[in-house]
């Protein structure tokens, strides 16, 4: 899976079987607010969107970003794996 970084759209993206799948971003300072996971319906219980989160975690580490899980599922994702805890930017 070859997931590309669109910077200028702020999203990440990736085409499998021709269909594309991504997820999207508003980036604030040193803030990623991620908004949007989208995976068609043809391909989804592959792991994909998980794909797509951990590409925005590796981005985020990298540049030392702090992420806003508005998406519902990037949310759960977070729910799911605290190790990334440290990421999340405190909005409280």
Do not use: W
Not at 55 to 66: H, L
């Amino acid at each position: 899976m070859e997931i590309k970084h669109d910077l200028d759209n702020q999203k990440f993206s990736i085409i499998i079987d021709g269909l594309e799948s991504h997820i999207e971003y508003v980036k604030n300072n040193r803030v990623l607010n991620v908004v949007h996971t989208y995976v068609p319906s043809l391909l989804r219980g592959r792991g994909i969107a998980a794909k797509l989160v951990e590409a925005v975690i590796e981005y985020a580490k990298r540049n030392d970003f702090k992420i806003i899980p508005s998406c519902s599922y990037v949310k759960s994702y977070f729910d799911r794996h605290s190790e990334y805890k440290g990421l999340l930017y405190n909005t409280g």
